[in-house]
């Protein structure tokens, strides 16, 4: 007995040990016949031919280097100008293009460059088409708006209340140009007003600017349907799913018409079919915002190697890369690379918690009248702490986090772009996204959590063109694993790195502070 049990355990670990075996020569099999990361990276196109990457996307139409250039309204083009703004910025060049043609777009660009109106003039243009198409427009008579829900043309989704607000803002100004009406629907406001609204607009062209939790409880309530909606801004896409909104960008996208298929349609039933545009502008490009494309963005049949069509589909958006990542598709499943402002100047303060109020206050007292500064904290409470330490010295302070009410956020926002309160203290609520104008400093108080939040941060000054000065406080005590990102960072911009600082650079460095994710390239312009 004792015999049989030996005899099955060595067969058992002889069969194991065959399994091992040629799974270990299917892997190197595989490793041989594909690419590797290396040659990849060196000759994307061979690797592209070899079926190791998706195929190259749609080529990109030629930039529009002049407002003259796009099909906009007179009207329109007569309110950039009135706005100061002379050449459309890097990221409207060539995004309109594709827009304006009825494509999906995947448009990576960073906080500052003009991406706002890169999405809506487009949008805005299309709509007036189908207004002026009896047989394609979205609007209804009379009738039919006072016995069905009101429908959204076009929608653009932001993660947060102060973008939402943001973008309406240009809506209302832009949208009126081309006859539109524009609705913000977000938290934190009476959602009866958001309705009544809602409802004022039915019977016109209506794009609706909406955060995704707040847009879900509307179309619940049937307030709103988006069964016409035949376009979808997903802005700031990353920050969306970092906030866990991706349950409700799913439901939001099962309410709107389905994208162009992949040709499986004749020209003249495609004609009479609602189909939707989805232009998703991202800041970063990870693999949670590349698997959101390639759910939701328009697909094509991805050709085999022998020229033949296949059941497997791809994304047929066309791309575009700002700061040189180019819209090859091998570029885009990298990982990218974070982009500072490389107008924004950093400065470095060595100073302990106990030291840094003074500091803080040292600081101020050095800047000019007029100067406008946004101080980051990392915890709603130690920014109330602070807004009421400064006020009690003389500051003009606010205060702006998640815990205040909208009416109490919108006028400290407010309070700030007039001057009444020049000094912000904020957490990274308003990191992303927020375009306030004139903002001369950045002050990180406390260090952001990673080297991803530092670049937002700071990318709060030196927009549009202008420049700005960043002023970090590096505390010993909690800081050092994010010396080398920093180093990095202002060296790479052609300043100079303190000597104190210096010392910590080849230190150890944590995973959200990784050096290599951390790049200078200039600041586009635009509006």
């Known amino acids: 007995m004792g015999d049989s049990s030996e005899k099955k355990s060595k067969k058992s670990k002889k069969e194991k040990k065959e399994k091992k075996e040629k799974k270990s020569k299917r892997e190197r099999d595989a490793r041989a016949s594909s690419p590797s990361k290396k040659q990849r990276r060196e000759a994307p196109g061979a690797a592209a031919a070899a079926g190791a990457d998706a195929p190259a996307p749609a080529p990109a139409p030629p930039a529009w280097r002049a407002f003259s250039d796009a099909p906009f309204a007179a009207e329109t083009r007569a309110a950039l100008a009135a706005a100061g703004f002379d050449a459309p910025s890097e990221i409207q060049q060539r995004a309109w293009p594709v827009a304006c ?93 958001q309705i009544e609204k809602l409802r004022a607009s039915a019977r016109r062209s209506t794009i609706v600017v909406a955060t995704p939790g707040r847009l879900c409880d509307l179309m619940k309530q049937g307030a709103v349907t988006l069964a016409q909606c035949r376009h979808v801004v997903l802005d700031e896409a990353d920050r969306m799913l970092d906030m866990g909104f991706e349950p409700q960008l799913r439901e939001v996208f099962a309410a709107t018409p389905p994208p162009p298929g992949p040709d499986e349609y004749s020209d003249r039933e495609r004609a ?102 946004v101080a980051f904290a990392n915890t709603k409470r130690r920014c109330e702490t602070l807004a009421k330490t400064f006020w009690d010295q003389g500051f003009g302070v606010v205060a702006v986090h998640g ?118 390239k200039p600041e586009s312009e635009g509006g």
């Open 101 to 193: 043609a009825g494509d999906d777009l995947i448009a990576i660009a960073k906080t500052g460059s003009g991406k706002t109106l890169a999405f809506l003039l487009p949008v805005f243009h299309r709509l007036r088409m189908y207004a002026a198409n009896d047989a394609s427009t979205p609007h209804r008579d009379a009738a039919a708006a006072s016995t069905t829900p009101p429908r959204a043309a076009a929608l653009v989704l932001a993660p947060t209340r102060e973008l939402a607000l943001q973008i309406h803002r240009e809506a209302e100004t832009y949208g009126a140009c081309e006859g539109v009406d524009a609705v913000a629907v977000y938290g934190g406001a009476p959602m009866r007003d």
């Open 272 to 373: 009479s079919m609602v189909r939707r545009q989805t232009l998703l502008f991202s800041a970063t490009w990870p693999k949670s915002v590349r698997k959101m494309a390639d759910a939701f963005l328009a697909k094509k049949r991805k050709a085999s190697g022998d020229g033949k069509a296949e059941e497997i589909t791809t994304c047929a958006a066309v791309t575009i890369f700002l700061g040189g990542g180019g819209a090859n598709v091998d570029a885009l499943d990298r990982e990218r690379e974070l982009q500072a402002n490389a107008s924004v100047t950093q400065s470095f303060i060595h100073a302990t918690d106990d030291e840094k109020d003074q500091r803080m206050y040292d600081f101020l007292c050095t800047l000019q009248h007029g100067s406008r500064v």
């Open 403 to 520: 815990d205040k009410p909208q009416r109490d956020r919108e006028k400290a926002l407010a309070d700030f772009a007039s001057d009444v309160a020049p000094l912000m203290f904020a957490t990274d609520v308003a990191a992303r996204g927020l375009d306030i104008k004139g903002v001369t400093h950045v002050v990180n108080y406390d260090m952001a959590r990673d080297v991803e939040s530092y670049v937002h941060r700071i990318g709060r000054t030196g927009r549009a063109g202008a420049t700005g000065e960043s002023v970090t406080f590096w505390n010993p005590d909690y800081d050092k694993e994010c010396a080398p990102a920093l180093c990095k960072l202002a060296r790479d911009a052609g300043q100079a790195v303190p000597e104190w600082l210096e010392k910590w650079e080849r230190g150890k460095e944590s995973k959200q502070w990784r050096k290599e994710r951390a790049v200078m």
